[in-house]
């Protein structure tokens, strides 16, 4: 049986040549378009260089920007983390004055230590419990003397919030029944008062005139977004409330806040609200009324930091991005200058067959020429700025790359956009007209 003839492959054959021929136009077109835009940008050299500026600037401050912020974000929340690990802080309650306002978190004395023998007692969730008592206070060593935060506390604090001894030890629970006259210092502490960790073991302090005897000193914890972390001097929390700051509820020892290590990161919320119901019940607190103390997690300090942070860097990477607006202006007000400049040479060029497209296309690619190669550089200066400002600072932040990438794509953006007027204005021009032009 004869087969069916098949369709001949003339007309598809002489398509797909059309559309390649079409394509290899366009190409050889576009690199044409492309050494003619480069060969005008360096037959003006200086001018070149001066519209790039702004745009050079403008890429640079972009990228060093979004760096400070990261590297303030990530600092932040390495400090936070440094306070230890799975932490949830028990704060205690506002004082209300004659006026319905609150004075803030921390100004009643809301929680006493039997509140967090019970959490530490009654809650699975939670590992270690360390309540704090603290005031300021006048430390004296010899000659020297320093106001420093006078903290006490229990032998738990090592482990909630990671503070380990540099040099000697930290007191233990014989020395808590016993009101000890013990003290472990701080670094900045011990820098202040002209000793150094080894130094200062053994020596005797005088804290609001009463004399102790240094038993340690803790590691290096620098300082976080609250205060110094080394300028304190931890002291038994018994020998605290009897002898320094005099302060005892009618139902045991007060205190100004708990810290409570949870077991593990899972954890956390379930021992938080534990702890809340825990401490309603022994606080005696119905609705209506408005709990007496602020509970806080780790975790939720971070993300306010993160969240302040975020906004820091925008604001920062907006303020830097006003700039490359600025040299997309400048861009666009040199684009104008060469069109008016170079008014013969279109009349020329429309005279010998070139059409609007390809005026239009010739200045849009020497704007976005011009953008691009200002956009590299100051990809460069940006960086270089960045690994010079984690140097600076030891922050591990590295280079911001979708800062990078974000500034290339906008710088292209605003190659086309604001060159796209002068390239419309030069695409118009009346080959006539043009080729009077002086």
């Not at 001018?47 to 890429?59: E, Q």
């Not at 100004?107 to 309540?131: F, G, K, N």
């Amino acid at each position: 049986m004869p087969t069916p003839p098949s369709q001949p492959a003339g007309p598809v054959l002489r398509r797909a040549v059309r559309r390649q021929r079409r394509t290899d136009r366009t190409a050889a077109e576009l690199g044409e378009s492309v050494v003619l835009a480069w060969s005008s940008l360096l037959a003006n050299r200086m001018r070149s260089a001066l519209t790039m500026l702004g745009v050079i600037i403008g890429i640079a401050a972009v990228i060093a920007m979004v760096t400070i912020g990261r590297g303030a974000q990530l600092q932040t929340e390495n400090q936070l983390k440094s306070l230890g690990s799975n932490l949830i802080f028990v704060q205690s309650g506002a004082a209300l004055g004659r006026s319905p306002a609150s004075q803030g978190s921390g100004s009643a004395t809301t929680l006493v230590w039997d509140d967090a023998r019970a959490i530490a007692a009654a809650i699975p969730a939670v590992a270690q419990v360390a309540p704090m008592l603290s005031a300021r206070g006048q430390v004296v060593l010899a000659e020297r003397n320093t106001n420093t935060s006078i903290v006490g506390t229990t032998p738990d604090f090592v482990g909630v919030r990671d503070f380990l001894p540099l040099t000697g030890r930290f007191f233990n629970e014989a020395e808590l029944k016993q009101n000890a006259r013990v003290a472990v210092l701080g670094q900045t502490v011990v820098d202040s008062l002209g000793s150094t960790p080894q130094g200062a073991l053994d020596q005797q302090i005088r804290i609001r005139g009463e004399s102790f005897t240094v038993i340690g000193t803790l590691e290096f914890k620098g300082t976080n977004s609250f205060r110094d972390q080394d300028d304190q001097v931890i002291i038994p929390l018994t020998t605290m409330a009897n002898r320094i700051v005099g302060v005892n509820a009618q139902a045991g020892v007060s205190v100004d806040s708990i810290s409570v290590s949870a077991r593990s990161a899972d954890s956390m919320e379930a021992a938080q609200a534990q702890i809340t119901n825990l401490l309603r019940l022994r606080h005696r607190i119905v609705p209506p009324r408005e709990d007496d103390f602020l509970i806080r997690s780790q975790a939720d300090l971070v993300n306010a930091s993160n969240s302040v942070a975020g906004v820091f860097t925008a604001l920062l990477g907006g303020s830097a991005a006003i700039s490359l607006l600025v040299g997309g202006i400048g861009i666009m007000n040199i684009m104008l200058v060469s069109v008016s400049e170079r008014t013969r040479e279109i009349g020329i060029r429309r005279a010998i067959g070139a059409r609007s497209s390809d005026i239009l296309r010739q200045f849009l690619i020497e704007s976005t020429v011009l953008s691009l190669v200002g956009g590299v550089l100051g990809v460069a200066l940006g960086v270089v700025a960045s690994l010079l400002i984690n140097a600076a600072f030891g922050w591990s932040a590295g280079v911001a790359l979708d800062a990078v990438g974000l500034s290339l794509g906008f710088c292209l953006v605003i190659g086309v956009f604001f060159g796209a007027y002068p390239a419309g204005k030069a695409a118009k021009l009346d080959p006539i007209t043009a080729l009077r032009s002086d």
